[in-house]
């Protein structure tokens, strides 16, 4: 029995179960634990998946709210258009050459095809198209290949909206959260758009192409079309660009694009969308020698004009100025990224009438010079080391900048060659690579224009420079160049305020005499050193008189005239510096200022004294329709009374007709305007205006050169300004400027201005009824014991001076600047007899050939072409001197003067007074004639600094 028993127990006992018992229940305990571990490993990674999932998942609730906003193409193509509304330019950035069009300009098929290549069940899924993502995990698995796309169109266009800046640098754990947020978006927005908006959208999104955005912007760069004109074939082969931009670009890969394109009818034949008749008529469409002929004719992208890259600038400042736009960095992204419809103030007739002539090179002076600019060289050391050498150290190896003009292209080239030897040591191994020297060289002299309609301030073209415009918002001389403006700023700085403000009329006189700074340098009149004595506002204007224009400024105060400048004109480029300074009233300022500024005060003049501010633009409209800047009917500013503007303008018309402007004139309608020429001829200019339109010319050399002080260079903007404004006019109707309400006509005494008593030269002069000389304000120059004066020295006369008249005094308005005097003002009660006399001295008037020196100083003094003089005072002062002195030697003739004087012989001669007014009338004609070309006289319109 017990043996039973113990062999029961040996066989039910484990094997094992003394000696190896512990270890089989260790390795149990092992396995069951390790179940567990991996097990709650699972559940917590699975917890985690789904934790980050979620995660993922909520992260994309930020854009759910705004996802139908966020979801729209973005970055659209700007387009110019001039006031015709023709189309001139197309502006946009890298990633904005985008023509968003509606689904009813979207041909049938290029939907079709996009759907049937990209997303065959685009109609059926609701966003996420579970079908593809198995198809693309299966062929990942099954062959590794990763190329299967699972991304339908509505990921696609949420892709490329929303997630568009961050989609292009992803790592691959940013790609896969990314798909997600897609796939869950995509989901949103089906719910909340239908289909073919969302198709619209990612046609009007999708890249195709290097910078092209959208069909529209594919069918107008590849067949030169509407994208609403496309045919079947020209359909597959835009739809077939869209998996890879580059490689099926139809211009530099048609190879490639044509079996995409085969492909995409494949797809749309067996997706029924097309039937074989259509798919057979495509297949065999010639397509490509299209699409090469289109980009063969557009070319590259097409530079911008001088007024284009004007009217970029206008409108981002515009957009700033007007809070559309916080910065002008946003403002910048609006304009060539917003889609904008900018309706431009350029007349494309008048435009191309100043191209013809600016680009004409018979209009410029014989031997056009050429000047170096953006110089760039770069020298390579040995040691690996480099310099770089610019404009700046060219023109210190030349010696100065008027050895950077150059008269051929061979001489600049022989300069920079030489330049580039100075600095290049070959025996140390220096080294200049074939991309290592660059430079651009422009045309000179250089010149600007602008033109403009003064009733509405618009600019309806410009000249930004002479020569090949090579890129885009470069160097524009009408609106960046600061150039000094000469004696165009007498009239803005000193004439106007004064006549403006009650200070002046165009009679009031000053004394043309020595006159000096506050800091003791002499002012210089253009014509040289003689003195023309008492001389009006009018004279000044017309003569462009330096010393009659800084008195004038002293006496209103250069407070006043700086006032004006910079708050009524709105001049932008002075300093403060420049309103304490006298020669600001000649154009001597430390910064210049911008042409198309400049022809802006002159604007307001013609505009009867409303200044509008210039602008490029009528109006910009965004993508949406919505007006931004609106400049169709400015509300102008009323700087100067209507009377103001008027009297300067009878003025500037007398420039113009018997001043320092007469090239100007041309046909008979009326001109009014202002030369200007800076010291030593750096700057030329002028600024003019008829009814219909206001200019600006300007010329002279960028880095600059003295221009020549006479002849075609010295007469440049004169000569462009004419030939230009001439064209512009030539159908226009005949314009006279008319007088407003509140100009009256009122006799005065040229010497004083005032009012005449006995003893006077009446002028009739153009007065504002609101400032006429009062009855109290009678001339205080003539009357009374002052003795004889000279009319030439303004001086006390000596006893034998042919140009004595009765004594004249100084006016009494001229005590307020006396102190810039050099000689002592005369202002009655004085003894003439103490002061100084004239230069009329014995042995002066009986020097050999003394009747043409007399003529010569009658003439130069401005006697003979003062206003309201009497014509025939030349003649009879000198028959008056030789009834009182007998005739000189030489008298009429200086060839003969080494012969007695026979007076007998002679007498009959003087007092045939018929002959000799004639001889005087024929010489003053000449005279007159040779005034004209002399360059020292009033043509040569320069100011002293």
Not at 788 to 795: E, N, Q, T, V
Request: hydrophobic share 30%.
């Amino acid at each position: 029995m017990k043996y039973q028993r113990r062999s029961d127990e040996r066989r039910y006992r484990p094997r094992g179960f003394i000696k190896y018992g512990w270890g089989k229940n260790l390795g149990r305990w092992i396995l069951y634990s390790l179940i567990f571990v991996l097990s709650t490993v699972a559940i917590i990674g699975g917890c985690g998946v789904l934790g980050a999932y979620n995660g993922i998942k909520k992260e994309a609730y930020q854009y759910k709210d705004q996802l139908q906003t966020l979801a729209m193409p973005k970055g659209f193509s700007t387009f110019v258009y001039d006031t015709d509304q023709n189309e001139i330019q197309k502006l946009d950035a890298a990633d904005s050459n985008r023509i968003a069009v509606s689904k009813d300009k979207i041909p049938e098929d290029l939907g079709n095809a996009f759907v049937a290549v990209e997303d065959e069940r685009f109609y059926k899924h609701n966003g996420v198209d579970m079908h593809g993502i198995i198809r693309a995990g299966y062929k990942m698995l099954s062959s590794g290949d990763m190329s299967q796309g699972a991304s339908t169109i509505t990921q696609q266009l949420i892709k490329n909206t929303v997630f568009k800046e961050t989609w292009t640098n992803e790592t691959k754990l940013e790609k896969i959260k990314r798909k997600i947020q897609e796939q869950f978006l995509a989901v949103q927005l089906e719910k909340e758009q239908d289909k073919e908006t969302i198709l619209v959208n990612y046609m009007n999104t999708i890249a195709l192409g290097p910078s092209i955005y959208g069909v529209q912007a594919a069918s107008k760069t590849y067949f030169g079309k509407e994208v609403k004109d496309l045919n079947l074939s020209e359909c597959a082969v835009i739809a077939g660009i869209t998996q890879n931009p580059s490689r099926y670009d139809p211009r530099r890969h048609p190879e490639f694009n044509k079996e995409k394109r085969d492909i995409v009818l494949d797809k749309m034949l067996a997706q029924k969308y097309i039937d074989q008749e259509a798919y057979d008529e495509a297949k065999a469409d010639n397509v490509y020698d299209r699409i090469k002929t289109v980009n063969e004719e557009t070319g590259e992208k097409k530079i911008n004009s001088y007024f284009v890259d004007a009217l970029i600038d206008d409108v981002i400042n515009s957009l700033v100025e007007e809070g559309v736009c916080k910065t002008k960095q946003d403002a910048e992204t609006e304009v060539y990224s917003g889609g904008l419809k900018i309706y431009s103030s350029l007349d494309e007739h008048i435009q191309g009438i100043c191209d013809e002539i600016f680009a004409n090179p018979e209009n410029y002076p014989e031997g056009t010079k050429l000047y170096p600019e953006d110089f760039a060289l770069t020298v390579r050391h040995k040691d690996g080391t480099v310099n770089n050498y610019g404009t700046n150290d060219l023109d210190k190896f030349m010696g100065g900048r008027d050895k950077m003009i150059f008269k051929s292209q061979e001489a600049l080239d022989e300069a920079i060659e030489k330049f580039k030897a100075s600095v290049v040591d070959e025996d140390a191994g220096d080294e200049v690579g074939e991309n290592d020297i660059k430079y651009t060289y422009s045309p000179q002299p250089q010149v600007s224009l602008t033109v403009a309609d003064q009733k509405t301030g618009q600019i309806v073209a410009i000249i930004g420079g002479r020569g090949e415009k090579t890129g885009n918002r470069t160097l524009n001389r009408a609106t960046q160049a600061k150039r000094q403006p000469g004696s165009t700023f007498k009239v803005l700085s000193t004439f106007a305020p004064g006549i403006d403000h009650g200070d002046l009329t165009l009679a009031t006189t000053f004394k043309d005499a020595e006159f000096h700074y506050a800091d003791g340098s002499p002012v210089k009149n253009h014509w040289g050193s003689q003195y023309r004595g008492l001389q009006s506002v009018r004279y000044a204007i017309i003569k462009s008189a330096n010393v009659l224009t800084v008195e004038a400024y002293t006496y209103i105060t250069p407070q006043l005239g700086f006032d004006y400048l910079t708050n009524k004109f709105h001049l932008t480029t002075l300093t403060e510096t420049d309103g304490q300074n006298q020669a600001t009233c000649l154009g001597g300022i430390q910064k210049g200022v911008y042409n198309y500024e400049l022809n802006a005060a002159y604007a307001a003049i013609a505009n009867g004294g409303v200044y509008n501010k210039p602008h490029f633009y009528q109006k910009v409209v965004d993508h949406d329709g919505n007006t931004l800047l609106d400049n169709t009917a400015p509300k102008g500013e009323q700087i100067l009374k209507e009377t103001s503007a008027y009297l300067l303008t009878s003025a500037m018309k007398d420039v113009v007709t018997k001043g320092t402007g007469t090239k100007l004139n041309f046909g008979k309608t009326d001109i009014a305007g202002k030369t200007g020429t800076t010291s030593k001829n750096v700057d030329v200019w002028f600024a003019g205006f008829t009814n219909y339109y206001t200019a600006t010319a300007w010329a002279g050399f960028d880095n600059n050169v003295y221009l020549a002080s006479k002849g075609p260079e010295h007469d440049l903007a004169q000569t462009m300004w004419r030939k230009t404004m001439e064209k512009i006019h030539e159908d226009l109707p005949e314009a006279h400027f008319e007088a407003p309400d509140g100009i009256v006509k009122m006799s005065v005494c040229a010497d004083s201005g005032l009012r005449p008593i006995d003893g006077c030269n009446p002028v009739t002069e153009i007065f504002a009824s609101d400032n006429l000389p009062g009855e109290s304000e009678v001339c205080d120059v003539h009357g009374g014991d002052v003795g004889a004066m000279c009319l030439i020295d303004h001086k006390p006369a000596t006893a034998l001076c042919p140009f004595k008249q009765p004594g004249l005094r100084d006016p009494r308005r001229l005590e307020k600047i006396q102190s810039g005097f050099k000689d002592p003002l005369n202002f009655g009660g004085g003894d003439p007899n103490n002061q100084e006399q004239c230069h009329h001295t014995l042995e002066f008037m009986f020097q050999p050939g003394i009747h043409d020196i007399l003529r010569q100083e009658w003439e130069q003094s401005g006697n003979a072409n003062q206003e309201g003089q009497d014509p025939n005072l030349f003649d009879g002062l000198l028959q008056n001197w030789f009834n009182n002195n007998g005739q000189p030697q030489g008298f009429y003739n200086q060839d003969d003067h080494s012969d007695d004087w026979n007076q007998d012989d002679h007498q009959n001669d003087w007092q045939n007074q018929d002959d000799h007014q004639n001889d005087w009338q024929n010489n003053q004609g000449d005279q007159q004639q040779d005034d004209h070309q002399d360059n020292n006289d009033d043509n040569n319109d320069n100011h002293d600094d």
